[in-house]
């Protein structure tokens, strides 16, 4: 069980991260790009605008916290 | 402030563990890269022989200038290479969502672009209000 646990772990730091939030984030933005596509929009701006966004909010949070 | 070269004498296994598990993590993507890349060109082989080829010249160049490298501060290394992972994953998932950049493949220099000056304001916004906390104005 201690392995499976270490296993899921090590696969849960290798794709979310320290912050879900983040990692959802993230995860939300590409699912609307990827639906703005199939609508015929233009949407490679969306993805930076989100990572840009959010690394704004965290650094603030962080900034905060201190 | 510079890193100094500690002393080689004994092995950091903490240190070592830590280094470890970064190659690991980045062979790792590397390895999902190649594979993506080449089986969507049906050229697996090819890409694997690239992967390989790129590993020398890159470990060469690090062997090369490892001097110099080590005293890069490791904070500034750290903020490079997340600019680059953020530009590189960004243009990636983009790609893996249908999207097509304005200029194909020469968007990455642009979008590194805004990423560095993303970094840069909020770096001086941060340098602002730790200036502003520490002198109460």
Do not use: C
């Not at chain 1, 969306?46 to 900034?63: H, M, S, Y």
């Not at chain 2, 080449?38 to 050229?43: D, I, K, P, S, V």
């Not at chain 2, 890409?47 to 160049?61: D, E, N, P, Q, S």
């Not at chain 2, 890069?72 to 998932?93: D, K, N, Q, S």
């Amino acid at each position: 069980m201690r392995y499976i646990t270490a296993f899921l772990t090590f696969w849960y730091h290798f794709i979310v991260g320290d912050d879900w939030t983040i990692a959802a984030s993230i995860a939300v933005a590409i699912a609307v790009t990827f639906w703005l596509v199939q609508s015929k929009i233009q949407a490679w701006w969306l993805l930076p605008a989100v990572a840009i966004l959010t690394l704004g909010v965290i650094l603030w949070r962080a900034a905060r916290a201190e | 402030m510079l890193w100094q070269p500690e002393s080689q004498e004994k092995i950091d296994w903490y240190a070592f563990v830590i280094a470890f598990k970064g190659v690991l993590l980045e062979g790792l993507e590397i390895a999902f890269i190649v594979v993506t890349f080449g089986a969507e060109a049906n050229q697996v082989g090819r890409a694997a022989v690239g992967a390989v080829a790129a590993l020398v010249v890159v470990g060469g160049i690090a062997f090369l200038i490892r001097g110099w490298l080590s005293r890069i501060p490791r904070e500034w290394l750290r903020f490079a290479v997340g600019l680059l992972l953020a530009t590189f994953g960004m243009f990636w998932a983009a790609e893996g969502a249908l999207v097509r950049w304005p200029g194909g493949d020469l968007a990455l220099l642009g979008l590194l672009a805004v990423m560095a000056a993303t970094a840069f304001a909020y770096l001086a916004l941060l340098r602002q209000n730790a200036t502003t906390n520490r002198t109460g104005l």
